[in-house]
Each structure stands twice: as C-alpha cells, then as structure tokens.
C-alpha cells in the first residue's frame, strides 16, 4: 500500500530537483569512480598500456600499468578543462621535438643503427604524456626492434668519461660515491654543455655534424627540472622523500648523499676552477635554461642516468635512442648481440616479445629489480616488481672485533673467484614462492664469517686462509650458528620498527613499498625463529670433518681387528686419516 501511494504521489518541483541532484551525485562520486569514467570529456587520454584494474599514475602514484597490446581503452585524468590546453600544448611540443629527434635519426641512420623499426613518438605510458617508441611497420614476434652497434662517438660510458672526455681533468684515481653511473652522469653533463648555446663543455669526443646534431636533438627530447617535470624521486618534494626514506630499506638519503658529496667535490675541484668550459646553467638551443655544473645538474643527470642507462656487455651505458622505449612486463630486455651484413659489429638489440601493428607503442622490459630499486632508478614500480616481496638489508663487520683484519684480510684476497668484499655488504631479503623468508645462502656465509669467534676463531690461522670462505657456506658450530640466527633476527626486528615508524599518508607507491618490504623482512625473521629452534639437529664443522675423516662411526675393537691391513696391536691404518684440522 505505502509503495503504491509513493509511486503514485505527485512531487513538488524542489523534491523533483533534489532529488535530481541526488541522483546526478550518487552517479558522480560512486558510479563513475567505479567505472573509472571521467567528468570531464576533454580530459580523457587515450592510452593502449593501460589496464582497467588498475589506477592510472597520478604523481608519485608511480605503479606501472600492465601493457596490454590488444586493447585500446580510454583512460581518465584527473585534470580539469583548464589544463587540457596545458596538455595541448604539452603534446604539441613533444611532437616537435619527436619529429627533430626522428630527422636527425634519419640522416645519420646508417651508422647508428643496422636495424630500426620504430621511431619516437608520444607515449601516455606512465600516466602523462611523454615519449617511447613508435612501430614504424608491422613487427612480428621474435623480430629485432632496433639495435645500435657500440661506438663511443655516440655511446655515453664511463669509459668514455675516464679515457676520452674528462682524461685531461680527472685524476685517474678519482672514485666518486656514485661509480660508474656517476661517470656516465659526467659525461652527460658534458654532452648537455656541448649541445647548449655557447662554447661550454669539453669537445669531445669529436663527431661527424650529423652525429652531433642527433645527440643534439636527443638532449632536447630529455626531461628537464625545469622545463618538463621530472618523475623521479631524486627531485620528490622533501616530505614525500621523507616517507620514502622510511618506506624502504633501501635509503634514498643515501643516494642523495652520494649524489651530493660526489657534486661538491667536483664543483670545487674541477667545475669552479674553469667556469667557462664548465658553467653553472646553460641554455639548450630551444631556448630552455637548464643546471649544469653544479650540484642541481649533477642530481639531474644522476636522475637521466640512473633511469636511462641498461647494463650490458659488462658495462653501464646509455645509448641515445635505445634509452627511448618505454617498461612493459612481459617484455625483452636490451641484450647484446652481432649486427651488420658478416654479422660481426658488436652492439646492443631488442627482439619483440609479440607482434606489433605499424603506429602502437612497443616496449623493452628494464629487466628484474626489486620494487625499490625500480622506484630509485626509473621513478615506478612495475607490477612484476611486487610479485616478489624484497627488501635490502646492510650488515658490516664490526671493525671492533678482534679478527677483524683476518676477517679484512679473508673478503679481500680469499673469497675465491668472487670479487673482493667490502667489510660492509648489503643483501636482499625476499618472500617469494619456493624461498619464502630464506636467506641467500652468501648473506649466511658473511654472517658465519663475521661472527667467527672463541672456540671456532682457529678456523682464521693461516693455514686455512686459502678454506676458510668455503667452511663458511656451511653452518660451523652451534653457538655460530645461534650467534648468526640471532644477529639475523635483530636485523629483521630493527627493520620493521623503523618502517613501522613511517606516518601514514605520502605518496601511495611508499606505502605500497612499505607493505612488500614489510612481508620480506617479517617472513625472514619468522624463517629465522624456525631455524633456532632446529639449530640442534644441523650438522656442524666438526662432525663433517669426523665423517670425512671415517671417524664419525663407534669404535669396535672386532672391526679393527678384521682388518688385514692392520698388525697387532694397532686400532687404525697408519695414514688412514688426514688431521689437518
Ligand atoms: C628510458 S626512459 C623512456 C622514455 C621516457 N618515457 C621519455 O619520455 O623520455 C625511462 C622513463 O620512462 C618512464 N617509464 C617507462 N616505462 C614506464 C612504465 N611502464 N610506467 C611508468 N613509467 C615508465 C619512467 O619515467 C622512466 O624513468
């Protein structure tokens, strides 16, 4: 009855409205967010790497969308009407500087590439609008994409940096905190200087014309600080480095000490005392003002670099044009290869995973990191890089320690083919299926060496230097053991106090970061408290040696006496064993 008459009741024009309103609300705030609709038609962008169950990268929202080639969907800003002739002219400026950067590729293509189907063009990947690789024809899968041969005249190394560039400035001692990048960063900076208006920069190395013109032109397709907002947390505001910084154990004020303390030293050793060569700004041919040799131009290059730059063939590089493909999952990453008519130029390639039709977007993978490293390195984190829950832990060598030079002297010169060991090493922790909260087998080596001591410190007599890395991989004796579970364990608990302290809010991705991490850390301490509670039933040094010395078994007297080879009297064969411990 009650419904009959409220459907059948006439309604005052207001409720009418209201009630309008009402509805247009619940469709605005509920309905569309669900359906991730926009409200407002010229905010929408068309994208086709960006998945439905996914949000799309606001700022700092840096989760990499799934890549699927099939689909083309509309995705939503959130940008209102009055940005959208922002983003025209965004887009019309990335066309401009695709359409410079592709000329230039083109005059000098023969020597650069001996293979190239895709051009750059605009690429929404990422949430704004920027630049990646374009099909120029139809790809199938297992075709190169592109691939470029290695030649200093356009490859940016820190090889180039040391022998060529800065070989009259550097000292060839100089080892910055930032390493090879930060040569490769150096060497940027220079290409930066040499493309700007003026004379700034070291010449070299000398390049034909129209190679320098596509480094030129590849210079002004970068993001700059100031011209195109750069995604990278090296340039976050400083409270959103703040909740990164304790977000993950992997520490970003670290990276901007390093980052720091290697610019200082250059300004003040090498860019101030030449200001002409090496200037404090620039101006790019466009017109654009941009930092150059100085603290601000060193992080920004460290920025480029560190996203742009692949390590192949033993060595960090960053080749202009194959910088320029965008992340996608399932994707191949650059690899090295043999390219020209003998199949004998040696260079990097890129096969497509799948097929492409002429004018889509393809893709490279930037390979397997953890979330945080992809996050520090290419300012995202793809979804591939939460599958598995990492989280880096750092453990030194306590330089108090009373071996402690043996210790030195062990991860220097005896770790057998391994490199040599700095006494503080970092290890990933992980949760992943098959090695949920296990450590890596070297991080338990490191710890069975640094907590060497009492009792089993005469594994450190020097009779067994050339062993006793190898003993290491193997648990050696129970309060070793306890002492490496426990040290472990502090590590882990330590840890998540500190992310525990992170406040909430932030940028969504250290949140996200946070949680992963959270899960590796937690997962290896739960795997640590099984292992001390099993600690009695491992097998130890000493027992290992007894066995292989066949002296693990009971003595009886009716064996030995069996045995032909003994005469009377003795229990055991003269040189039957080996006590070298
Ligand atoms: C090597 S550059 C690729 C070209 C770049 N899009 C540009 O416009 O110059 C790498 C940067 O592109 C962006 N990027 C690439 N793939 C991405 C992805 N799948 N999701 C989000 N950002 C991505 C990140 O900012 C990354 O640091």
């Avoid at 990499?64 to 922002?86: F, K, V």
């Avoid at 063009?121 to 790809?139: C, E, Y």
């Amino acid at each position: 009855m009650m419904k009959m008459m409220t459907t059948t009741r006439r309604h005052s024009p207001t409720a009418v409205a209201a009630s309008w309103l009402f509805l247009v609300h619940v469709v605005i705030v509920v309905v569309l967010p669900i359906l991730r609709i926009p409200t407002t038609v010229d905010s929408f962008v068309i994208s086709r790497s960006s998945s439905l169950d996914y949000p799309t990268c606001a700022s700092h929202n840096n989760i990499a969308n799934s890549n699927d080639h099939n689909r083309m969907i509309l995705r939503a800003t959130s940008e209102t009407t009055s940005s959208t002739s922002i983003e025209e002219e965004t887009q019309q400026h990335l066309e401009e500087i695709s359409r410079n950067f592709n000329n230039a590729f083109e005059n000098c293509r023969k020597e650069i590439t001996r293979t190239c189907n895709v051009k750059m063009g605009l690429s929404p990947t990422g949430g704004s609008m920027r630049l990646g690789w374009i099909a120029t024809k139809d790809i199938k899968k297992g075709e190169i994409i592109a691939n470029m041969p290695y030649d200093e005249l356009w490859e940016i190394s820190s090889k180039t940096a040391r022998k060529t560039i800065f070989k009259d400035v550097l000292d060839d001692k100089y080892e910055g905190w930032t390493g090879d990048t930060g040569l490769v960063a150096l060497s940027l900076l220079n290409e930066i200087a040499r493309s700007s208006k003026g004379t700034a920069g070291i010449e070299k190395p000398e390049r034909p014309p129209q190679i320098q013109s596509f480094i030129e032109e590849w210079i002004r397709s970068l993001p700059t600080p100031t011209e195109m907002k750069i995604d990278h947390p090296l340039f976050w505001p400083e409270e959103d480095q703040e909740v990164l910084q304790l977000s993950s154990n992997t520490k970003i004020y670290r990276v901007l000490d390093d980052i720091e303390e290697d610019a200082k030293w250059l300004v003040e050793n090498i860019f101030e005392k030449d200001r002409e060569t090496f200037p404090e700004k620039v101006q790019l041919s466009s017109g654009i003002d941009v930092p150059c040799f100085s603290v601000e131009g060193y992080k920004w290059v460290m920025a480029l670099t560190q996203s742009r730059s692949f390590f192949v063939d033993g060595k960090s590089r960053i080749m202009p044009f194959m910088d320029g493909g965008n992340h996608d999952d399932d994707a191949m990453e650059i690899r090295p290869g043999y390219m020209g008519t003998f199949g004998t130029t040696k260079g990097a390639e890129v096969i497509a995973n799948t097929k492409y039709k002429e004018g889509e977007e393809v893709f490279l993978s930037y390979g397997p990191k953890s979330a945080a490293d992809y996050l520090l390195e290419h300012g995202f984190c793809p979804r591939s890089s939460f599958k598995t829950a990492v989280s880096e832990v750092t453990i030194e060598i306590d330089s108090e320690d009373r071996f402690y030079d043996d210790k030195l002297d062990i991860l220097e010169f005896e770790t057998y083919d391994q490199a040599p060991m700095d006494p503080t090493q970092s290890f990933d922790v992980v949760s992943a299926i098959g090695r949920d909260g296990e450590p890596d087998p070297a991080f338990l080596q490191f710890v069975r060496l640094k907590k060497l001591n009492s009792m089993d410190a005469f594994m450190l007599e020097s009779i067994f230097r050339k062993e006793v890395w190898g003993f290491m991989a193997l648990p050696v004796s129970e309060s070793n053991e306890l002492a490496v579970v426990e040290t472990i364990s502090d590590i882990c608990e330590s840890s998540l106090e500190d992310l525990n302290q992170c406040p909430e809010g932030g940028p969504e991705i250290c949140t996200q970061l946070r949680e992963s991490e959270t899960k590796a850390i937690k997962r290896t301490l739960e795997f640590m408290l099984r292992e001390k509670q099993a600690l009695d039933l491992k097998e130890y040094y000493q027992e290992r040696r007894l066995k292989d010395l066949g002296l693990d078994s009971e003595w009886s007297r009716e064996e030995d006496i069996g045995d032909p080879e003994l005469s009377f009297g003795q229990t055991r064969a003269p040189g039957g064993s080996d006590f070298d411990w």
